[in-house]
């Protein structure tokens, strides 16, 4: 086996097993901090190992085992001096993994763990990127913006609380579950949006890493939680939102619009997948949450091969529903957005000035209003609201199209 | 496992007649379930005092040891088997005597 290979098999573990590694030794061991650094030994002894002693036939168990070791490893030097009794239970408690469906559900209470609500929203993103994706902290570190320090005492100070505070070590009961689920999606979507729309001057505009990491942990609660509509949802609107990334960001780096993207070069794979998962939540006949109707609606989008054939009453009528689960002035502007399509930019503009008190701080409330302002050929007042808006845009791709759109005004 | 779960006040008034006796209905439901340790209200922090003994003689000072808009009220101590539960009971403590609380794990 070449080195190459050796090397792709390492990543090719890591990206399925790291969880279940961390899940089955946080459960046996009760502690985050030694189910981490275990599974960090064991994948730096398969890099080590591997290319001489050739791939292992199960990867998962071999992993399983070597960090099964290393835990016990940590705890014995740790209790060497003290409680000789600790270490004559481990040595008896050598049980080999658990059964696939078991364990399945370890990754689950990871996740969940991760993503307890008494942990501040940027702790569980950093947590769960390290946790259950298994992202270094350097590479967090480097997908926020965040010092190495800074992060590494963020997750740190995250497993200290975990553990003191005895923030338990599964899945919620069934009466939290739906709160708590959408405390991970949340999660979920806030990694996927930074990757979609990355803000700061430093950064692509677009970082694909991020976004491969949330749609693959959407697709692992997907496959662990196949009946949950919202779950499915998230996924669809992110496949449906991955599926135009190339039209996004022009040769120029310019983000394009939805209506000015160049659908040819969309990914019809993705389409099909998410369409199929939207239609399966329409089939599903339940009442749909945010995500599912944001799915809905990117789905409408997609549909559409040539953007005048775009269904814009179909579009309107589904932000009305979510205008009534969500009724958030971000959605009311998304919502004016349409409405501009149909009723034209006057009627949206009404709406859209409106939601001054609550949005003027939102750059894409100043990039709506720009551009309405721009299509009933008031300059003057397009020309300030650009400004206005680049001032508060943080992506660079967007930074370039509200400049060039704005410099292009009569 | 046991939770110190605090009051934080920023009002001088004390409990209300309807919240002492929401508070007590909570207080019942918590012996009745085993999460009771102990409880108690507290005096203002302008009845406080501060001893500072680590030196050669004792030196006591009037008042609170950290002045700030919100103070604590009052306590609990309850017992639950981990953070869930003391959140859950937590959330119907706040609701009972209609204050913020802290919930916070002893070592």
């Known amino acids: 086996m070449s080195v190459i290979d050796v090397r792709e098999a390492v990543t090719q573990a890591h990206h399925e097993e790291w969880a279940r590694v961390v899940a089955s030794l946080t459960r046996r061991f009760g502690d985050l901090d030694i189910a981490e650094e275990a599974a960090a030994e064991a994948f730096a002894t398969a890099v080590q190992r591997w290319p001489a ?29 003290d409680d000789k009794q600790n270490e004559a239970q481990l040595l008896y408690d050598d049980d080999p993994p658990e059964p696939a469906g078991a ?12 993503c307890h609500p ?19 902290v350097p590479e967090i570190a480097r997908a926020f913006l965040v010092q190495e320090t800074a992060m590494g005492q963020r997750i740190t100070r995250a497993k200290a609380k975990i553990k003191a505070a005895r923030i338990p070590y599964r899945v919620p009961s069934a009466e939290d579950l739906p709160a708590r689920v959408s405390g991970v999606l949340a999660v979920l979507f806030l990694v996927f949006n930074e990757g979609y729309l990355a803000t700061g001057p430093d950064t692509d505009p677009v970082r694909h890493d991020l976004i491969a990491e949330a749609i693959r942990l959407t697709r692992l609660i997907r496959a662990l939680m196949p009946e949950d509509g919202e779950v499915a949802g998230l996924l669809a609107l992110m496949l449906l939102t991955e599926a135009r990334r190339t039209a996004r960001v022009s040769a120029g780096g310019e983000l394009v619009t939805l209506v000015e993207q160049d659908r040819g070069t969309w990914d019809s794979a993705l389409i099909a997948e998410g369409h199929r998962l939207v239609r399966e939540r329409l089939a599903a006949r339940v009442a749909p949450g945010r995500y599912q109707i944001l799915a809905a609606i990117s789905a409408v989008h997609t549909s559409a091969r040539d953007v005048r054939d775009t269904d814009w009453s179909q579009i309107v009528a589904l932000y009305d529903q979510l205008v009534r689960i969500d009724p958030s002035p971000i959605i009311a502007l998304n919502r004016a957005i349409a409405v501009a399509e149909i009723d034209g930019p006057e009627v949206a503009l009404a709406a859209v000035d409106h939601l001054e008190d609550k949005l003027a701080g939102y750059h894409a409330y100043h ?7 721009r299509r009933l050929g008031r300059s003057h007042k397009s020309r300030a609201a650009y400004d206005k808006a680049i001032e508060l845009a943080g ?16 | 496992m046991q939770y110190l779960v605090s009051v934080i006040d920023d009002t001088a008034g004390l409990a209300t007649p309807d919240e002492m006796a ?8 918590l012996k009745a379930e085993g999460h009771w340790v ?29 002045e700030s808009k919100e103070y604590l009220a009052g306590f609990w101590i309850m017992e639950a088997a981990d953070l869930d539960v003391a959140l859950t009971l937590a959330a119907e403590g706040s609701k009972a005597c209609n204050r913020k609380l802290e919930v916070r794990p002893f070592l």
């Open chain 1, 395 to 410: 992506n660079t791709a967007e930074i370039a199209a509200l400049t060039r759109r704005r410099d292009q005004l009569g």
């Open chain 1, 367 to 373: 990039a709506t209003r720009a551009d309405l302002l």
């Open chain 2, 38 to 66: 102990f409880a108690g209200g507290l005096g203002a922090p302008s009845s406080a005092t501060v001893i500072d003994n680590r030196g050669e003689e004792a030196i006591f000072t009037d008042g609170p040891f950290v």
């Open chain 1, 53 to 81: 002693d050739g791939v292992p036939p199960n990867p998962g168990a071999w992993l399983t085992i070597t960090a099964n070791r290393k835990a016990i490893d940590r705890i014995r030097r740790e209790n060497r001096r």
């Open chain 1, 118 to 136: 008494a942990l501040a929203m940027e702790t569980r993103v950093a947590l769960t990127l390290r946790m259950v994706a298994g992202l270094t």
């Open chain 1, 103 to 114: 364990i399945d559900d370890e990754r689950l209470r990871l996740i969940f763990t991760c």
């Open chain 2, 22 to 29: 929401a508070i007590d209905v909570f207080n019942d439901r």
